[in-house]
C-alpha cells in the first residue's frame, strides 16, 4: 500500500509561483508513474501532469504546459510540481497520484493511490 502525502500549497498573488511536493512511502517509489491532477469547488477532478516511473517522458494539460513543470527526486521518494505564472482560475485543491509501472495517462482510472491533497489559492 502507497501513501501519499502532499504539501507546499498556500496562497499566492497572480504571477507568483508555488512547488508542491508529494511524499511517497510503502512501495518502490521509482516504479511507479506520478501524476498531479486538480479540482476546483464544483467541477471535476483534471489532470495537471504526469511523469513516467522511468522518469523518461512528462506529459501536462494544455492549460498548464510552459507554466508548470513535474520532476521526481527518486532518492527523496518525491515528486514535486513547480508551478509558476499563476493565475486565478489555477485555484483548486491539488491531488498527487500513483500508479505502478503505469502508462503516462490524464485519466484518474489510471492511478490506484492518491494523496488527501493540498489546497493552492491564487488571487487576481
Do not use: H
Not at 98 to 110: E, I, K, N
Amino acid at each position: 500500500q502507497v501513501q501519499l502525502v502532499e504539501s507546499g500549497g498556500g496562497l499566492v498573488q497572480a504571477g507568483g509561483s508555488l512547488r508542491l511536493s508529494c511524499a511517497a512511502s510503502g512501495g518502490t517509489f521509482s516504479s511507479y508513474t506520478m501524476a498531479w491532477f486538480r479540482q476546483a469547488p464544483g467541477k471535476e477532478r483534471e489532470f495537471r501532469a504526469a511523469i513516467s516511473w522511468s522518469a523518461s517522458g512528462t506529459y501536462y494539460a494544455d492549460s498548464v504546459q510552459g507554466r508548470f513543470t513535474i520532476f521526481r527526486d527518486n532518492a527523496k521518494n518525491t515528486v514535486y510540481l513547480q508551478m509558476n505564472s499563476l493565475k486565478p482560475e489555477d485555484t483548486a485543491v491539488y491531488y498527487c497520484a500513483a500508479a505502478f509501472r503505469g502508462r503516462l495517462t490524464t485519466t484518474q482510472a489510471g492511478y490506484t493511490y492518491w494523496g488527501q491533497g493540498t489546497q493552492v489559492t491564487v488571487s487576481s
